[in-house]
């Protein structure tokens, strides 16, 4: 089976939330709580999906409800380093259109 593994981070201000392996329906739920967790004691957060390499449709809802907890708390929220099939994914869901994509953590301002 499949895990996720994650880290949390902090760099130019921003709270980081880093990902490797697979966020699916198995793991996603962990992800969003860990994310809404680092979210209520920031003012920004990143989600680093550099050492992603898989995301399904569970991953993409997590992110998503994330960026309408951080818009409607009147917060930052991006997506970095994503690449390969998990940028894809995030471009077909128009991800880039609805939330900050950053092609790394060292892109953040």
Known sequence: METVQ???SEQKGW???SLTGSLDRITAEEIGK???SLLAG???LSVDLAGLEYISSAGLRILLR???KAK???KAYSICGATGFVKEV???ANMDV???MFDSIDSLS
């Open 72 to 74: 409607a708390d009147g």
């Open 98 to 100: 609805l939330v900050d």
């Open 90 to 92: 995030l471009e077909d």
């Open 6 to 8: 994650y880290t949390t």
């Open 66 to 68: 994330l960026a309408k």
């Open 15 to 17: 709270h980081i939330l």
């Open 42 to 44: 920031s003012e920004k």
């Open 34 to 36: 860990q994310g809404e």
